[in-house]
């Protein structure tokens, strides 16, 4: 696992998974990339495969506020 870029895409489909309600927790993300998987979202579910915690949290934390906004 490493520092990965973080695309909007990858932000975009992680949106996506957290407003599934597929994870048991949000920083789960052994969780994120199986429902990316699930979702057919391949570019998050490589993000997951390859970023490090803090890369993942720091995509997670970009979700978030896009999730904040759109409310």
Request: hydrophobic share 45%; net charge negative; glycine share 4%.
């Amino acid at each position: 696992m490493s520092r990965v870029s973080v695309t909007d895409e990858v932000v975009d489909q992680l949106v996506d998974v957290l407003e599934a309600d597929m994870l048991d927790h949000e920083l789960n993300h052994m969780g994120a990339g199986f429902a990316a998987q699930d979702l057919g979202h391949d570019e998050l579910a490589a993000f997951v495969r390859e970023a490090d915690a803090a890369t993942y949290y720091e995509a997670l934390e970009r979700a978030r506020e896009q999730l904040d906004a759109d409310a």
